[in-house]
Structure formats: structure tokens, C-alpha cells
């Protein structure tokens, strides 16, 4: 693969039909948006921002109202065969006959897609997935984590070079949460390109090489995540105080002070304009001994939260 991304979504528009009279959801508004191949990338947004709509159109669930898209080069319209060959989905509900075991359910998917015996990866498979020991065992005997990575394991099956994982962390505990983060990491070393929804933002900026983040059917920002980070502006200083706060500090330096406790307040400001030591001298200035001070950088958290709340709904 060279520069091609793995990948590419042009003017993607998606009107669901209308349940009555009416015009209907329009969930996707002209999304344009390459995924580079080799990556794991991360698609951020809040709740109805429309990251499952457009997670089903690349699967073939959804179909789009206009624009186009390419998987691995293939378009979903004109080639649709190669396309949905070129991606595996990894859905949200975990969905397995009880009574088959992780074998069989790799050698049914297998035998979905047509591929002979002798070129089947179901040992294999199980093995990248750490669950050859379950061979044998009914899907239903499997813990949460356990399935979930027989999911991915199902998504393999026909060898795609794109995965693409939705919510693959939603409601799991944190160590669970880390072995399917290695998984996912082990996975894409071996040259899948990842893609992911999530709405955790250290899972997205723990994993991903890139973001996009959608916002009300249209994609805000498509960043590296280091860059994303970056363009938090704003830094937290919290100092605690010898004495109870009567009134605030205040200064044209401070973008907002809080109270967060009796004697502690929290004072944000924007590091290409002010520095703490400028923070802490005003804060002296009007008669304040300050007895502690911790600082915090503001993370994808804060960026996600200004960006989103900027970009008011059309
Ligand atoms: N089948 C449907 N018919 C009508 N409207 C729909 C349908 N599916 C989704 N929508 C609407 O489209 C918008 C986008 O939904 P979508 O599920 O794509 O968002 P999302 O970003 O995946 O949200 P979440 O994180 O909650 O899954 C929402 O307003 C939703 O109510």
C-alpha cells in the first residue's frame, strides 16, 4: 500500500427516512475524511454525533444518502464485493450462538465467506486473540473479555487489512480494558489498520495515532493526537490558601478562577500569555499566603470539551 489511504470518505451525507411526516435525521452532513492506512485511528464524538451511522455504511448496514467512500481503494457503490472483503467490523453487542465453540464460530465465519478448509486460520487466530485453550469451550462459558476477543478474532477471519472496532472498551473494567489495548496494538503492528470509536478519550489518546472528532454529523477536527492535544491552550494551576477563601482572586491574566474547596482554588490561564509564577505573584499581590500548588496540563479531555461545545448545531 502506498499513499493511498486505507480508507476514504467523500461528502458523506446520511438522511435517515422520516418515521412520520417530516425530513427525517440528517445524522451525517458532508463528512470528508481520509483514514491513513497502517494507523490506529481514533473517532471521537459525543453521544448521537453520528460515529455508529457512519461505522454501518462502511459495513454495508446503513445505506448512505450521497458522497462516496473507498475501502482499501475499492468503492463501496462500484465495487462493493472487494470492499466489504477489505474490512472486518467488530460490533458494539457482543452476538454468538451459545452453543457454538470459538472454533466453530471462526470456521462458520470462515465458511460465510467462502474460504476453503485447507486455508482457514482458526488455530491461528485463536492463538493472536489468547484464547487457544478455549478451543472446545462453549461461547456461552466465556467471560466478557473472553468474547470480546473472540469478536475480534471473528472480524479476522477473512484476513481484512482494516479493523474497525465500535466502542471496543464500552462497560469493561480497566484491566480488561488494557488486555484489549495490547490486543488491538499487537494487531496493528502486524499491519492492520485500526480504526476505533470510543468515548474515552484517554483510550483514544493512549492508542491512536490520529483522531477525527464528529460533532452534530460533521467531523470538527482531524488531527495527529499529539497535535490535537497540542492545541490545548489553557493550563490549571490549584493553589491551596492559609486561610478561608473570602472572595476570589482575581486578574485580567486568569481566564477563570474557581473554588474547589475551602481554602483551595483552581485558576486556569493561557500559557502563550501568562506562566504560574505570573499566576501566584497576583494571586500574593492581593494578600493570599499560598501554602501548596500543583499544576495540570490540559489533556484531549479539554480539547474535546472546547471543541465540541464551539461547534453549535447548523
Ligand atoms: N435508524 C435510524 N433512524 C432514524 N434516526 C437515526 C437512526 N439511527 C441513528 N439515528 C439518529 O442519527 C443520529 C446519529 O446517530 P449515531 O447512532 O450515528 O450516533 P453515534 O455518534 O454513534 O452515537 P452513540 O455514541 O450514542 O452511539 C442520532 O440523532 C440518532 O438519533
Avoid at 190 to 211: M, P, Q
Amino acid at each position: 500500500m502506498t499513499d493511498t489511504p486505507a480508507i476514504q470518505i467523500r461528502d458523506l451525507v446520511k438522511r435517515y427516512a422520516p418515521a412520520g411526516s417530516g425530513e427525517g435525521k440528517l445524522a451525517l452532513k458532508g463528512v470528508s475524511l481520509d483514514i491513513p492506512a497502517g494507523k490506529i485511528f481514533g473517532l471521537l464524538g459525543p453521544n448521537g454525533a453520528g460515529k455508529s451511522t457512519m461505522i454501518n455504511i462502511l459495513s454495508g448496514m446503513v445505506r448512505k444518502t450521497s458522497g462516496s467512500v473507498s475501502i482499501w481503494g475499492f468503492d463501496i457503490d462500484r465495487d462493493q464485493r472487494n470492499a466489504k472483503r477489505s474490512i472486518g467490523i467488530v460490533p458494539q453487542e457482543i452476538v454468538f450462538d451459545p452453543f457454538f465453540t470459538p472454533f466453530e464460530v471462526l470456521e462458520n465465519q470462515a465458511g460465510l465467506y467462502g474460504i476453503a478448509r485447507h486455508l482457514r486460520r482458526s488455530e491461528e487466530l485463536l492463538r493472536a486473540v489468547h484464547l487457544a485453550d478455549k478451543r472446545d469451550a462453549y461461547a456461552r462459558a466465556l467471560s466478557g473479555g473472553m468474547k470480546r476477543r473472540l469478536l475480534i478474532a471473528k472480524a479476522l477471519v477473512h484476513q481484512p487489512p482494516v479493523l474497525v472496532l465500535d466502542e471496543p472498551t464500552a462497560g469493561v473494567d480497566v484491566e480488561l480494558r488494557r488486555q484489549l489495548w495490547e490486543l488491538v496494538t499487537e494487531m496493528n503492528r502486524e499491519g492492520v489498520t485500526v480504526v476505533l470509536t470510543t468515548h474515552y478519550l484517554e483510550e483514544a489518546e493512549e492508542l491512536c495515532d490520529r483522531i477525527a472528532i464528529i460533532n452534530h454529523g460533521t467531523c470538527i477536527a482531524n488531527k495527529p493526537t499529539r497535535e490535537l492535544v497540542g492545541m490545548a491552550r489553557e493550563k490549571v494551576v490549584e493553589l491551596t490558601l492559609d486561610r478561608d477563601l473570602g472572595q476570589l482572586p482575581v486578574d485580567a491574566a486568569f481566564i477563570k478562577s474557581e473554588k474547589t474547596g475551602e481554602r483551595t482554588i483552581a485558576i486556569t490561564y493561557n500559557k502563550d500569555v501568562s506562566n504560574a509564577g505570573q499566576v501566584l505573584a497576583a494571586v500574593q499581590a492581593q494578600g493570599f499566603t499560598i501554602v501548596d500548588v500543583t499544576t495540570r496540563e490540559a489533556d484531549l479531555e479539554d480539547v474535546f470539551v472546547s471543541l465540541t461545545s464551539e461547534a453549535r448545531p447548523a
